[in-house]
């Protein structure tokens, strides 16, 4: 019988407790070439993706052409989720931004919270009443 040597898990990693590593793994640009949609998604390939990618070194930039299909940005991050948007006439400023939206994002799916914050209390100060006032202040607007 073989006897395995199996090393327990001490503790789990945490992504900002002692190192952060950036969710997006890596952002893939399509367009087409001739195609009036891709026209902001050509000037930002052109003009604005290599300051980009130099600011952004963690993240892999991959580039296809697809001829004949609506230009999309697809960002896949680390916990093997990934998002996609279609960029579609959209100009080199939004292109941009869009970008920047999913490097900075987890790609989770938004969700509305599960249950309200419940409080034994009306509000932090209490009930609000006009005899709170100082009396000589009391009346006079």
């Not at 793994?25 to 930002?44: A, E, H, P, V």
Request: hydrophobic fraction near 35%; aromatic fraction near 10%.
């Amino acid at each position: 019988m073989v006897k395995l040597n199996i090393i327990p898990q001490v503790s789990k990693a945490r992504n900002g407790v002692g190192a952060f590593v950036l969710p997006c793994k890596r952002i893939t640009l399509q367009y087409c070439n001739w195609g009036g949609s891709s026209q902001g998604m050509r000037d930002f390939l052109r003009l604005r993706l290599k300051p980009f990618a130099n600011s952004h070194p963690e993240v892999e930039f991959k580039v296809l052409q697809k001829p004949g299909f609506h230009p999309i940005i697809k960002g896949e991050y680390t916990n093997d989720l990934d998002k996609t948007i279609c960029v579609r006439k959209w100009n080199i400023d939004i292109v941009e931004n869009k970008l920047k939206l999913l490097v900075n994002s987890s790609g989770k799916k938004l969700y509305k919270p599960k249950q309200n914050v419940k409080s034994l209390n009306a509000s932090v100060r209490g009930v609000w009443s006009p005899f709170h006032i100082d009396p000589n202040h009391r009346y006079k607007i």
